[in-house]
Structure formats: structure tokens, C-alpha cells
């Protein structure tokens, strides 16, 4: 059962404000006196969520839910959608532009780097709808 | 003060205006204005020295040894930073500033640059080890370590386990002054000549280590008057094994890094900047870096709190100091070869959030629903006159119990105002005051008579 939970809209190439919500969701878990080790593995998944989000996405939010037991991060968009989530969760696979790869983003190492932070992990995505991931870190 | 919590930097209540300067500057919102005076939070203060920097009325102060103190041990050596040798204007050589120190007094000179050296030489053995994290995170700055403590735990794993140069510096001084004259070590004192207040921190409660190797700091700007007195150009010391710009390099913001010899590093100076990168750390945004150097100051250890020359000047005395000196480390072969063992930490580092509190998580959330809601009904101006640094602190204070609704300006104009109207009104709708009206009058006289402070 969820204590805490909150919502945050990240938009879609809007790379002025990207990494804000990231680091609203560390502050928060760390004033909540989250062990280092978790706050340090929900950082890295945030933060690469809400990069995909402003890079690959039209839009979507990341969704915080704390309980004694564990941190949920869910990240949710209104598409475009993955094609083919297995070659996504390939290591050095990418389909950024190279115009987002000249700013150091799009490495192909997103997914499968919040896949290994993550304790639990969860994709779903359907073409012209959008993805859904829920990780689940536990304290 | 708790052992713990010992630190350099103090506050001189006296000079104090209770100004809102190093209010708004302090990177760990360390310091709260209560009853018109700076008080210092011992649990998140990490001793950077930029309140000393900032005050204008020099309230803020660094706590060192005097020159004195070198009387306490039968033989003393002094370890100068490599700042120490940018400070004298025409002075471009190193020479005739350690000559100085053996007429101040000392019976040895040591150059905490050739420490540098040795450590530079174990970090690169500690970069070749498999399974270290990366980066790895440079131990020489002392307030850096304290930020990663308070601000970064999750960080505290990245930090190279060796110690300081000073540490360095001071560990061999001793051991080869008592082993060259036969005395015992016991009677041999080290003093660093620091231009930072955190480096005192760091040998009075020492992380990683049990004790510190040093037994005195000495503030570069106190040593300096005595020094510019005796300083001779055409003196020099006697003859001894010399630093190169290997170790020297190190009072330079990137001097770490080059004289480790390593490519994928990343060196920031200043601690906003360095809190910036931390952070960014934390998130592995950088995904190729093997170290990361990250430096309190602007311009490094040349921006001390305790220097005297302007530093962006030291930066460039320092680059003609060392066109005069030997390109080429000159260090005994066994040292270099045991310092990756000898200079290790022997503690681990521990977080240190002193204000952190425990509870249940279903406790703690409530608290900080508390302070998000104390934080929307203050007006987020940030503007510090409550005496926190920022609306948010300020929630987190009343939440702690440390301040209250009132101390905000814009909530107490409210409240007078409300007890001013409740005043006009009580007193137009009787014109004889029942014994009720009466009491509720003086109870509000008493209220304002207290929001006079």
C-alpha cells in the first residue's frame, strides 16, 4: 500500500527543463532518508527515464509511489511507441538522431542500464500509443 | 561541540551584524541568523571557509595554531602547501621561501608538493585495479570529502582511499628526520602552513584515518608577515630532496589529474560547480570518466580562505615558479614503491547527516508532507530575512522545532495586521469594554510587545 505517492509531467524536447524532474526525485527520497545505494539507483533510472521521455517521446510523466518496502518509478508516454523492444534492450542499440547523439545523448545504453539498476523491471509498449516501464527498487 | 562535529570555522559573535551574506552563500545551508547573530549547524558544516570569504565584517573566522606551537615539539618541520609559493610578490623561485622557514624556526623543510608526488604515483596504482568505481573521486580536497559525507553518501565509495598530500607529507617527514638524526619520532612535530580551514578540520578529526600525521596548521596568512620580514632573494636552504612541478602542479585547479597522468579526467573548482557535477555523478551522466578532481575553491588551493595574494595573481606566479623548476620527480625508489600500501585510509568514510532523522517511513513521509505544506503557505521568496537560507529551510526548521511561522517577515505583517484590525474592531463595537474585551487587549499589546524584538 502506497504512502506516498506523486505524479510529475515531463514534455517532449523541452531540453531546458530536462533532468528537473530527475532531481525533484532525489531530493525527495533523499530527505526521506532513502539508504545512499537506493537513492543512487533510482537517480540513475530517473534520470534516463526522463531523458528518453524528452528525446524519444511526444510527452508522458514519471510517477513516484514510496512504501515501507520499496520506491515504484513508473514512466508512462503518449508514444511514438518501440517498434522492436528486444533490439531496444540491446546494449549500444539506438534510434536518437545524430543530432541528439552530438549532445552526448542517445547511446543505446538507456534501457538496459535502468533494466540493471533496477530491481524489478517492466516495459510494455505498443506502436502509436506509447511505453510503459515500472521499476521497483527495494529499501 | 561533539569530537565529531570539531571544526575549523567559527563564528566572532562580537563582529557579527547578523546580515543575510553567508546566509545565502553557504553551499550545505550550514548557517541559520538567530537573534540578530550567525550560528553555525555543526552536523552539515563541511568547513569550505566561503562564509570567511564572503563576510564583510570578517565574522567568520578559521581556527589554526600560531607560529608558537612549533615550541611544543624539541624539533619541528614545516610542510608548505605549493600555494605558499605564489604568495610573494618578485618572488618566482622557491628557493628563498624555504630558506625563510629555517630562519622562522624550523629545524626541517618538507614540500608538501613532493607528498603530492607520492600520492599521484598511488592513484594511478589504485586506477589500474579492476572493480574500483568510476570515477574514482580525488581526497585532497578535505571540504570535498565533508560535501560527499554530508550531501553525496551514495558517492562516499567513489572517493580514492589515500590520503591527503599533506598526510603524505607529514607520514615521511617524520620518519626520515628521526631515522637521519637518530631521535625519537615522538619529539619531531609537523606543521602545515595551510591556506585552508578545512585542512585544519582534517588533521584535528581525521577521516579514514585514526589519527592525522600533522600536528599543527598554520594559516598561510598568519605565517606571511614573519616570512616577507625575513625574506632574502639571494638565500637559499640547505641542500635536500626537492619537489618538481609534478607535485607542485597540485595547487592548480587540473594539476591533480595531469600529474596522475590520466586522460579521462574531470577537474571543477568551485564548490557550487563541484555540487553541480556531483550531482550529476550520482546519475552516471558520465559515462567514460576514470576520475574526477573536484576543488572547493575557485582556482583551487590558491583560492584559500587563508591566502593572501589575489589567486587568479598565484595562478600566474605560480606557472613562472615553476618554469624554474625541476620538470622531473626526484622520489626514493622504495617510497614510491610502498606508498600504495603505507598512504591507504585505514577508516571507512561514513555518511554524515547529523539532521537526518529516523522513524518508520510512513513517519518520515509525514514529515515531509509537513514541511510541503509549511513550504506553500510561506511566500517562496527566498528572500533569507526569517534567518534560512530559503523558504524550504525555513519549513524544515519550524518542522524541526528550531524556528517558527513567525519568523518569516510577510507571515508577521499579516498577523500584526489581523491584530491591529481585530483591535480597531473590538474597540469601536464597545464602547465600554467588558472585562473580556479588556483582557483580549492586553493579550494582543503582549504579542506585539514581543514581535518588537
Not at chain 1, 21 to 48: D, H, N
Not at chain 2, 171 to 183: L, P, S
Not at chain 2, 313 to 330: F, G, H, Y
Not at chain 2, 424 to 439: G, I
Amino acid at each position: 500500500m502506497e504512502m506516498l505517492k506523486e505524479s510529475y509531467p515531463v514534455a517532449a524536447n523541452d531540453m531546458t527543463c530536462a533532468g528537473d524532474v530527475a532531481a525533484k526525485i532525489k531530493r525527495r527520497i533523499k530527505q526521506l532518508g532513502v539508504p545512499a545505494g537506493v537513492v543512487r539507483r533510482v537517480s540513475v533510472c530517473t534520470y534516463e527515464a526522463e531523458i528518453n521521455l524528452v528525446i524519444h517521446s511526444c510527452g508522458g510523466r514519471i510517477d513516484l509511489e514510496i512504501t515501507e518496502e520499496h520506491i515504484l518509478v513508473h514512466v508512462c508516454d503518449t508514444g511514438p511507441g518501440i517498434r522492436d523492444i528486444d533490439k531496444a534492450m540491446t546494449e549500444g542499440w539506438s534510434t536518437a538522431s545524430s543530432a541528439v547523439r552530438a549532445m552526448g545523448f542517445g547511446a543505446g545504453m538507456g534501457l538496459p542500464n535502468m533494466k540493471r539498476n533496477a530491481d524489478e523491471f517492466a516495459i510494455t509498449s505498443e506502436v502509436g500509443v506509447g511505453t510503459d516501464i515500472t521499476m521497483i527498487f527495494h529499501i | 561541540m561533539p569530537a565529531t562535529y570539531y571544526h575549523s570555522v567559527r563564528l566572532d559573535k562580537e563582529k557579527c551584524v547578523g546580515c543575510t551574506t553567508c546566509l545565502k552563500r553557504c553551499p550545505t545551508e550550514a548557517i541559520r541568523i538567530r537573534n540578530n547573530r550567525a550560528s553555525i549547524i555543526h552536523e552539515r558544516c563541511i568547513d569550505c571557509g566561503e562564509c570567511i570569504k564572503v563576510c564583510a565584517s570578517h565574522a567568520k573566522v578559521a581556527v589554526t595554531d600560531p607560529l608558537d606551537a612549533i615550541k611544543r615539539f624539541r624539533y619541528a618541520i614545516a610542510l608548505p602547501a605549493p600555494t605558499l609559493y605564489a604568495q610573494f610578490q618578485g618572488v618566482h623561485r622557491p628557493e628563498p621561501i624555504i630558506a625563510t622557514l629555517f630562519k622562522l624556526g624550523f629545524d626541517d623543510v618538507f614540500e608538501v608538493a613532493r607528498g603530492a608526488e607520492i600520492v599521484s604515483h598511488a592513484i594511478r596504482q589504485a586506477l589500474e585495479e579492476p572493480d574500483r568505481p568510476r570515477p574514482l573521486i580525488s581526497s585532497a580536497c578535505p571540504a570535498i570529502v565533508r560535501l560527499i559525507q554530508v550531501c553525496f553518501p551514495s558517492l562516499i565509495e567513489h572517493i580514492v582511499d589515500l590520503v591527503s598530500p599533506m598526510e603524505a607529507a607529514a607520514k615521511i617527514a617524520k620518519e626520515e628526520f628521526a631515522q637521519r638524526h637518530g631521535v625519537d619520532i615522538a619529539e619531531v612535530g609537523a606543521f602545515f602552513l595551510t591556506p585552508c580551514p578545512a585542512k585544519r578540520t582534517a588533521v584535528r578529526a581525521p577521516i579514514g584515518q585514526e589519527k592525522s600525521y600533522v600536528d599543527g596548521v598554520i594559516a598561510i596568512k598568519d605565517i606571511y608577515p614573519a616570512m616577507r620580514a625575513l625574506m632574502d632573494q639571494g638565500c637559499t636552504p640547505p641542500e635536500m630532496d626537492r619537489a618538481s612541478t609534478v607535485g607542485i602542479k597540485w595547487a592548480v585547479p587540473g594539476g591533480e589529474a595531469e600529474a596522475v597522468g590520466i586522460k579521462s579526467a574531470l577537474c571543477v573548482d568551485g564548490i557550487d560547480n563541484v555540487m553541480n557535477v556531483l550531482g550529476a555523478i550520482e546519475d552516471a551522466r558520465f559515462r567514460d570518466l576514470a576520475y574526477f578532481e573536484g576543488l572547493a575553491c575557485v582556482n583551487g588551493c590558491l583560492g584559500g580562505p587563508l591566502t593572501v595574494e589575489n589567486s587568479f595573481v598565484a595562478k600566474n606566479r605560480l606557472r613562472s615558479v615553476m618554469n624554474r623548476t625541476e620538470q622531473k620527480t626526484v622520489v626514493r625508489r622504495d617510497v614510491f614503491d610502498t606508498a600504495y600500501q603505507t598512504l591507504r585510509l585505514t577508516r571507512e568514510i561514513e555518511p554524515k547527516d547529523g539532521l537526518q532523522r529516523g522513524g518508520t517511513m510512513r513517519e518520515r513521509i509525514e514529515r515531509a508532507e509537513r514541511i510541503d505544506r509549511l513550504t506553500a503557505s510561506l511566500p517562496g521568496f527566498n528572500c533569507g530575512s526569517c534567518g534560512s537560507p530559503t523558504c524550504l529551510a525555513l519549513a524544515e526548521d519550524i518542522e524541526r522545532g528550531s524556528a517558527t511561522e513567525l519568523n518569516c517577515i510577510f507571515r508577521l505583517n499579516d498577523r500584526i495586521a489581523a491584530l491591529a484590525a481585530e483591535m480597531v474592531t473590538l474597540r469601536e463595537s464597545t464602547r465600554f469594554n467588558t472585562l473580556k474585551d479588556t483582557a483580549r487587549l492586553r493579550e494582543m499589546r503582549e504579542e506585539l510587545s514581543r514581535y518588537d524584538d
